[in-house]
């Protein structure tokens, strides 16, 4: 009989706020940034703050990673490895990497990621960070269900994937045009988003093809349909991305995904989830009522037309209807969902997008703050609904442990016990002297015993094992029950199973033989790890010897195929002089088309 394969759903947290409503919204598991060495530099925490989830998350057998993935420089790998050991003092889970120079230094054993900043999209490549002790993967985006379940086949190692968020243009760990043009290293965790700023698309010749287009832009993810793909081909932990976004976000979008693998669950027991608990939510989930710029499933059915949100990188939210008529001061939808008073709507136009605040709405006529210029027939969304968010704010989630109470009488008084669903158990005896009841007592017990409050724990049964009706005051059971539920909560905490895991060193092959800049080499524990694993170094980290001439971006995502001009898929023709460039004010693009890798690069014209 084949083992159940344990499934992660894995949550953002800017803070340990967040973090902490992701546990209770259904996440089996949070990753979370250390200040000064995280991807997204805005969203570094304390090792004390990082403690205090922790401690949380694991009373429901919940996980907590910590990402620490940057390129680093000399200067900071003793401060590196002091961070590490104070993440694994305070019983972090693991640790998300992306300099291969971390390996080198001198590590307490706690499991280490790899990010997908290291662009993990060959099944040699994955290989080779299983053989080197990584305890789990972050795939490439871009990766199809084909590729996902040709590397599950020929590896063991975990496999992460992204669900949901937003998408960068470029491979992970292969964007350099932030630093070229700002000096902030998307590598660095400093990126400017240069991706998601107007061009103007030009010709060889000179002529404009398109003006003011937001053409490296994309849609965000969205894998909420493609949940089972996933499992069957192998993927063992589910990412949503957003840790610069707020616990809004976090809370409906983990418990969409909650609800969404619950149900999976059910109709495939080979299928388990990763932590404890039952969330229990007081609002309905809704993925397009969270920032996004509308939804792509991206590559993974292979390449698909519309992945890209040319008329602005702003989030559209969800569509709520058409304009039938307009006003002096108002208009009307022909909408089946309710507009409310302070609701943030939303329409394109020449310009783009544009918005406006509903200050009343009456039926389908709204009044808005200020009068948009907008013709009947257009298209709106609402990307700020008020009540919907208003609702976020407070209160939404409690996760309960399920439990069960037995009691029963001894020579000496009584015994009573709590077990959990994790099989953990806390038994204590009472001296106390028996008295008969005049009337029974077990509608009693049972209700004082069930009482829980705000511990994590819910009473699903109280088994009563008494020879007699047995007297025993409620604020005595009352405290029984205190105890109870600490003693199991002390319990878990010593059960907790905690992996560990000591990178050994290797020396097996790498699969390049050499390393350009892209090779993010950035000091002497990255060079002497690669050197090790038989690669020749060429080429410094572009943060710190500028390439001249060479592709800045990587990218699956092709303008060429945008525009209805990908040889493979159609004779038409451009009727334009290739090369082709971006030109945002004084920065002009050069774009590069491999149509036999299927990508397109892009380069700075006159580095």
């Not at 805005?42 to 090792?47: P, R, V």
């Not at 965000?220 to 932990?237: I, K, M, P, Q, T």
């Not at 409310?340 to 605040?357: A, S």
């Not at 205190?482 to 050994?504: A, C, D, E, F, W």
């Amino acid at each position: 009989m084949k083992t159940a394969r344990t499934i992660e759903l894995l949550a953002p947290a800017k803070n340990k706020e967040v973090g902490k409503e992701a546990v209770l919204h259904g996440a089996d598991a949070v990753y979370i940034g250390i200040s000064g060495f995280s991807a997204r530099m805005a969203a570094g925490n304390s090792i004390e703050e990082i403690a205090e989830l922790v401690e949380f998350a694991h009373r429901y057998n919940a996980r907590v990673y910590v990402a620490l993935n940057t390129i680093l420089y000399d200067n900071e790998l003793l401060q590196v490895e002091k961070l590490i050991r104070e993440l694994y003092r305070i019983n972090a889970d693991a640790v998300i990497v992306q300099d291969m120079g971390i390996l080198q230094l001198n590590l307490p054993p706690i499991p280490l990621h790899a990010s997908t900043q290291t662009d993990n999209r060959t099944v040699e490549k994955v290989r080779f960070l299983e053989d080197t002790g990584f305890a789990q993967v972050v795939l490439a985006r871009e990766l199809s269900i084909e590729d996902i379940a040709e590397i599950s086949s020929q590896t063991r190692v975990p496999l992460e994937v992204f669900v949901h968020g937003a998408l960068c243009v470029s491979y992970s760990g292969q964007c350099y045009i932030s630093h070229a043009i700002t000096g902030r290293s998307a590598n660095r965790g400093e990126c400017a988003q240069i991706c998601r700023l107007p061009f103007d698309l030009q010709d060889a010749n000179g002529n404009i093809i398109r003006k003011n287009t937001h053409l490296l832009s994309l849609k965000d993810l969205n894998r909420y349909d493609n949940l089972e793909e996933l499992l069957d081909a192998g993927v063992s932990s589910l990412k949503i991305e957003g840790r610069l976004k707020d616990v809004s976000y976090v809370k409906n979008v983990v418990y969409a995904y909650r609800q969404r693998l619950d149900e999976i669950f059910k109709k495939r027991p080979e299928f388990i989830r990763a932590s404890s608990g039952k969330s229990d939510i007081n609002f309905t989930p809704n993925l397009s009522k969270s920032f996004n710029r509308g939804f792509t499933p991206y590559f993974l059915n292979g390449r698909q037309h519309d992945i890209w949100s040319f008329e602005s990188p702003k989030s559209i939210g969800e569509f709520v209807g058409t304009v039938k008529a307009v006003g002096r001061e108002w208009l009307s939808l022909k909408t089946a969902h309710p507009i409310n008073n302070g609701d943030g709507l939303c329409f394109m136009d020449n310009n783009g997008l544009n918005g406006f605040r509903v200050n009343r709405a009456e039926g389908d006529r709204i009044f808005p703050a200020e009068s948009p210029n907008i013709n009947i027939g257009t298209k709106v969304y609402r990307n700020y609904d008020h009540d919907f968010e208003n609702r976020l704010t407070k209160k939404t989630a409690e996760r309960k442990i399920s439990t069960d109470v037995i009691i029963w009488e001894t020579p000496m008084g009584f015994a009573v016990q709590i077990s959990d669903e994790d099989n953990n158990s806390y038994t204590f005896s009472i001296p106390f002297e028996k008295q008969i009841a005049q009337k029974s007592q077990h509608e009693n017990i049972r209700t004082q015993l069930s009482k829980t409050g705000n511990t994590i724990f819910r009473v699903e049964t109280v088994d009563i094992r008494f020879s007699g009706e047995w007297f025993i005051p409620s604020s005595l059971l009352g405290e029984w029950r205190k105890q109870l539920t600490s003693g199991l909560l002390s319990v878990r905490k010593i059960n907790y199973r905690q992996q560990r895991n000591q990178i050994q060193p290797s020396s097996h092959a790498y699969p390049e033989k050499e390393l350009t800049y892209l090779g993010n080499v950035s000091n002497v524990n990255s060079r002497a790890f690669y050197l090790q694993h038989r690669t020749k170094i060429l080429q410094p980290a572009f943060e710190q010897v500028r390439q001249k001439n060479v592709p800045l971006m990587f990218t699956k995502h092709c303008i060429k195929f945008a525009l209805g001009w990908c040889p493979r898929e159609t004779k038409d023709k451009s009727g334009f002089r290739e090369p082709y460039y971006l030109i945002n004010q004084q920065n002009k693009f050069k774009l590069t088309f491999d149509c036999k890798r299927c990508e397109m690069q892009v380069s700075l014209e006159n580095q």
